[in-house]
């Protein structure tokens, strides 16, 4: 089984920039796909970005295309967030897919998780 940490949360203000980081080890695949998603408090988990497995095939959520950004270095992923607003806040997870076409938007697609990390937008 693999390991995916995360980091890079915090709390900002609104209109502010973050960019959380994850990081794979253990026994991974050579191909496979990753993705960021999100859980505020009593909300069900929702996709945010994902990326396939060269990197060149990304999928964003409605709600933050054209201020997130996805990308990745093989076991590596980053999530670029601008412009933030307060209904950004939430618990960011990394995930990792076995599945790699079509590229999965869905959780239950996803076989291994991160311990999530807290990004809060508040003054």
């Known amino acids: 089984q693999v390991q995916l940490v995360e980091s890079g949360g915090g709390l900002v203000q609104p209109g502010g920039s973050l960019r959380l980081f994850c990081a794979a080890s253990?026994?991974?695949?050579?191909?496979?796909?990753l993705g960021w998603f999100r859980q505020a408090p009593g909300k069900e988990r929702h996709i945010v970005a994902a990326v396939g497995w060269r990197g060149d095939n990304m999928k964003y959520a409605d709600f933050v295309k054209g201020r997130f950004t996805i990308s990745r270095d093989n076991a590596k992923t980053y999530l670029q967030m601008n412009r933030l607003k307060p209904e950004d806040t939430a618990v960011y997870f990394c995930?990792?897919?076995?599945?790699?076409?079509?590229?999965?938007?869905?959780?239950?697609?996803?076989?291994?998780w991160g311990q999530g990390t807290q990004v809060t937008v508040s003054s």
């Open positions: 995930a990792m897919s076995r599945t790699i076409y079509p590229l999965p938007t869905g959780p239950a697609s996803y076989d291994y």
């Open positions: 253990g026994q991974i695949f050579s191909m496979y796909s």
